[in-house]
């Protein structure tokens, strides 16, 4: 029951948070979640990278405290910036992913977005390479209605358009442009996200204008 509680207790601090603001619920949450993980599968310390036995061990059981806890670093990351959180937030989807198979949609997509981030921060071109695949695989397996993938859609765009920045190949515009399309026709009306998909779309547009210098 112990490891319940700590994710528990961790989730009561992440609402707090979301009051108050206090980073130090969001220190003691990812605490919390690493004690909870590693009482759970008993073989990994996300936070200090230590393995004490094959990691064949773990089961799915496990995973809902790892998934939070990457989720966790990725979100404190955004606040401090530390470049140590987002590595450890990879780390951690990575192996969630591993352990459910690679057939983990959520896992996928929490991966890519992390990527994304680091390609932001070091400019590391496969950072974005392996972003766009992470995300395409967990559109492919995700059991989203299709017509309710607007927001995945609308990340691979983005991704597809930051590596179009870095490589000029058309191929990958005319994706982001297919990805935004794609997302802003998906999303419904009164969604909150419409503005920002129908605005990624007419940038990729303008961006395919530029290229050519046509329409």
């Given at each position: 029951?112990?490891?319940?509680?700590?994710?528990?207790f961790?989730?009561?601090?992440?609402?707090?948070f979301?009051?108050?603001?206090?980073?130090?619920?969001?220190?003691?949450?990812i605490?919390?979640l690493?004690?909870?993980?590693?009482?759970?599968?008993?073989?990994?310390?996300?936070?200090?990278?230590?393995?004490?036995?094959?990691?064949?061990?773990?089961?799915?059981?496990?995973l809902?405290?790892?998934k939070?806890?990457?989720?966790?670093?990725?979100?404190?990351?955004?606040?401090?910036?530390?470049?140590?959180?987002?590595?450890?937030?990879?780390?951690?989807?990575?192996?969630?992913?591993?352990?459910?198979?690679?057939?983990?949609?959520?896992?996928?997509?929490?991966?890519?977005?992390?990527?994304?981030?680091?390609?932001?921060v070091?400019?590391?071109?496969?950072?974005?390479?392996?972003?766009?695949?992470?995300?395409?695989?967990?559109?492919?397996?995700?059991?989203?209605?299709p017509?309710e993938?607007?927001?995945?859609?609308?990340?691979?765009?983005s991704?597809?358009?930051?590596r179009f920045?870095?490589?000029?190949?058309i191929?990958d515009?005319?994706?982001?442009?297919?990805?935004?399309?794609q997302?802003?026709?998906?999303?419904p009306?009164?969604?909150?996200m419409?503005?920002?998909?129908?605005?990624?779309?007419?940038?990729?547009?303008?961006?395919?204008?530029?290229h050519?210098?046509?329409e």
């Open positions: 029951k112990k490891p319940a509680l700590l994710s528990n961790a989730h009561a601090l992440l609402s707090r979301d009051v108050t603001n206090d980073i130090n619920d969001i220190d003691r949450a605490t919390a690493q004690d909870a993980s590693e009482l759970i599968l008993g073989v990994w310390n996300p936070l200090h990278g230590e393995v004490s036995q094959d990691e064949s061990g773990l089961t799915r059981v496990g809902q405290p790892i939070t806890l990457g989720k966790m670093l990725l979100r404190r990351f955004s606040i401090r910036g530390k470049l140590e959180d987002l590595e450890k937030a990879i780390e951690t989807f990575q192996l969630a992913i591993k352990t459910h198979s690679k057939e983990c949609s959520v896992c996928l997509s929490n991966l890519s977005a992390a990527l994304g981030k680091r390609f932001e070091k400019g590391e071109l496969r950072d974005i390479d392996e972003a766009i695949v992470s995300m395409q695989h967990s559109i492919e397996i995700s059991q989203e209605d017509n993938n607007y927001t995945s859609l609308n990340n691979l765009g991704f597809f358009g930051l920045g870095c490589s000029g190949n191929n515009l005319d994706c982001a442009i297919a990805c935004q399309s997302a802003a026709e998906r999303t009306d009164d969604h909150g419409r503005p920002g998909c129908l605005n990624n779309f007419g940038l990729v547009l303008l961006k395919r204008f530029a050519y210098g046509q």
